[in-house]
């Protein structure tokens, strides 16, 4: 898929509204992972040297069209030492902005508007511009008006890291060295339905764990234990199984778990078979056994895409062994020139983050619920605008 591009040659003295992901934690006013905002830096560098006068737009959290002063995007503006307007739809400061300025207005899902794709909101967001530019991914699987809705009143260009964000995860999809290993994990086979029905017919071996694995284990009569699990969605995980087999993809669940008698950080762990697993063990990490085979599996693999993780990564070591091992395992992989990863999920970047490996993937995208749709589908609502 081509995208029209920013033409930087004519955005000098020109009024930018450009869509940002800014969906950082906060605590206490205080940025915790900048990955977004670094992330969408090539993209407001280029336009402030370009001489562009940039207003950027954002969200953050729920706050389902009310004002919540919780998820206010000022700490992101005193973050990047910007000056901060605290309405998206005012634009009296416009008019005293010079060329190369940049400037952070307030979440725009402060606004029913946003998220419902109001195209009278969308027209009024639009208002003093002269050229929209998305740059948020990780967003851009939403039909909302600061994505879709603007592109009805302005010029529209895709950003650098859009373009580079669909460039990377279509070179999995469209063209990737072989053999290809698709990773997922995380919780639940219901949202995953799609993108786990594309890779069985594009990947050459999928894996799968955490408890989206257990509800796999289970569809094979194996018992979950006190655990997490979707029992409603076994003869979907069957169905999925069967889409593999007749694609000739290898499709490999967990062989062991690793148990607690409780569902909390300081459980004593043990690892058992899936064949082994009493009424009473709750399930918190994908075991030994499994993590080894899966360091194998990559050790083969020519391309690895992952998304989710197996266990509870964020409880440390004992509980985040499996996804550990195989951030590991593709980071000495990548490291060496013998694999193309792609990794995307915030939880998923966060056990990257955990173990320091995060650059030495490929790519690491800033999308989950955007990559898994983009994956699955080969577009995005925001992106398919955009389209040359």
Request: hydrophobic fraction near 45%; charged fraction near 25%; aromatic fraction near 6%.
């Amino acid at each position: 898929m081509k995208l029209r591009g920013v033409d930087y040659g004519c955005v000098k003295g020109k009024y930018v509204l450009l869509r940002v992901d800014f969906n950082v934690q906060i605590e206490n006013g205080k940025i915790l992972d900048a990955f977004r905002i670094e992330q969408s830096m090539p993209t407001i560098n280029k336009l402030r040297e370009a001489g562009a006068r940039v207003v950027l737009c954002a969200h953050l959290g729920r706050p389902k069209g009310e004002h919540v002063p919780e998820l206010s995007l000022r700490p992101v503006a005193e973050y990047m030492k910007i000056p901060f307007v605290d309405d998206c739809l005012k634009r009296d400061f416009l008019a005293d902005m010079h060329d190369g300025d940049i400037i952070l207005m307030e979440n725009v899902r402060f606004y029913s508007g946003e998220e419902e794709n109001d195209l009278e909101f969308a027209k009024k967001l639009a208002t003093g511009f002269d050229l929209f530019v998305n740059d948020a991914f990780a967003v851009s699987h939403r039909a909302a008006a600061s994505l879709v809705g603007v592109t009805e009143f302005l010029p529209s260009a895709a950003g650098e890291l859009l373009v580079t964000e669909v460039e990377n995860i279509s070179r999995i999809m469209e063209n990737p060295k072989r053999p290809l290993l698709a990773i997922v994990g995380g919780a639940k086979v219901s949202g995953k339905i799609g993108v786990l029905k594309t890779l069985c017919k594009l990947a050459d071996t999928v894996i799968v764990g955490g408890a989206l694995g257990t509800t796999f284990n289970f569809a094979c009569g194996k018992n979950p234990g006190n655990s997490l699990y979707e029992p409603d969605m076994a003869d979907t995980a069957r169905e999925i199984m069967k889409i593999a087999d007749d694609n000739g993809c290898k499709f490999l669940m967990p062989v062991d778990k690793g148990v607690g008698p409780k569902f909390e950080p300081s459980a004593q762990r043990t690892n058992k078979s899936v064949d082994e697993i009493a009424d009473t063990d709750v399930i918190i990490d994908d075991g030994v056994k499994s993590a080894e085979r899966n360091v194998d599996e990559i050790d083969k693999a020519a391309t690895v895409v992952w998304n989710g993780t197996f266990g509870m990564a964020e409880w440390g070591d004992v509980w985040g062994q499996s996804s550990f091992a195989v951030a590991r395992a593709i980071a000495k992989q990548t490291a060496a020139g013998k694999l193309v990863s792609v990794i995307g999920g915030g939880e998923t970047v966060a056990a990257l983050d955990a173990i320091g490996v995060r650059d030495d993937m490929t790519y690491v995208s800033t999308g989950g619920g955007a990559f898994l749709e983009f994956i699955e589908k080969g577009t995005l609502p925001a992106i398919e605008v955009l389209a040359v």
